[in-house]
């Protein structure tokens, strides 16, 4: 399949490991100009040196933690060197820990890195989408989206609410030939995972590698995902194969998640 996506520009954020990383790679595998954007800029180096160097790739250094500051960032480099038809939101996720122990500051965090770090990446490049007619932002949460996850109070509160920030701004989008899609990975070979897992053990008093089978096992196929797996259905929904899909939750889970 022919997924039309060579020359297009992409804007990867949280791109120096684990799905970020995967999915610049795979976007410049199928051609297209890939702008890391991350807050270390010695990593995001290293990762542009593995992109592919026919192409015109980039890094953009900045901190979600100051969504102002990375809204700025972006529009400069907009107005220096190009527009993105791509955006894939992704960072880092909440810290683990019940809901009713969470801090208002957790709280507030999470949503700034997430849902605010969103909204102004899209309200500063959807301008040129809409120039181009075309245009896919991508969305990497949570399958906590349909179903919450014990011990990630937080974390399934912000994802819920970035998931429904998603849909209604695909209905509002959508004729001008965008589209914005959520993908929820399940349990992903990542050091977030490997975070969790520890966290998990302690509580529970296993070891790692009684916690890793266990938590292998969550999933009918047995297996964690590879970074690369959640990879290859964000180039697929960033593709123009993908033009008449949008505001929808894609489950990248091994069958995990119990709800439809």
Same mark, same amino acid.
């Given at each position: ?166 849909? &209604?701004?695909?209905?509002?989008? $959508?004729?001008?030939? =965008? +589209?914005?899609? /959520? %993908? ?5 070979? *990542? ?43 964000? &180039?697929?929904?960033?593709?123009? $194969?993908?033009?008449? =899909? +949008?505001?929808? /939750? %894609? ?5 995990? *998640?119990?709800?439809?």
């Amino acid at each position: 399949m022919d997924l039309k996506l060579n020359n297009k520009n992409a804007l990867v954020c949280g791109s120096t490991q684990g799905i970020g990383k995967a999915t610049a790679m795979a976007l410049a595998a199928e051609g297209v100009n890939v702008t890391l954007v991350a807050r270390n800029r010695e990593k995001l180096k290293e990762v542009l040196e593995e992109l592919p160097q026919h192409r015109n790739h980039s890094y953009i250094v900045a901190d979600f933690s100051n969504p102002r500051e990375l809204q700025e960032q972006v529009i400069k480099f907009i107005e220096k060197e190009h527009g993105f038809h791509i955006v894939i939101n992704n960072t880092g996720g909440p810290r683990s820990g019940s809901l009713l122990t969470a801090s208002l500051e957790a709280f507030d965090n999470a949503f700034t890195m997430h849902l605010k770090c969103n909204h102004l990446l899209a309200q500063a490049t959807i301008p040129f989408m809409k120039a181009e007619g075309f245009g896919r932002i991508i969305n990497v949460i949570s399958t906590s989206v349909k179903e919450p996850i014990p011990g990630l109070g937080v974390s399934n509160t912000i994802r819920g609410a970035v998931g429904n920030w998603s849909k &209604t701004l695909s209905v509002e989008v $959508a004729e001008f030939g =965008i +589209t914005v899609n /959520n %993908v929820l990975p399940g349990f992903t070979d *990542t050091e977030r995972l490997t975070e969790i897992i520890k966290i998990k053990a302690n509580i529970e008093g296993r070891s790692i590698e009684d916690m890793t089978e266990i938590m292998k096992n969550y999933a009918p196929v047995k297996r964690f995902a590879k970074p690369e797996e959640t990879a290859n259905a964000i &180039t697929f929904l960033a593709s123009e $194969a993908a033009s008449y =899909i +949008t505001g929808i /939750n %894609v489950p990248v889970d091994g069958g995990r *998640t119990k709800s439809l």
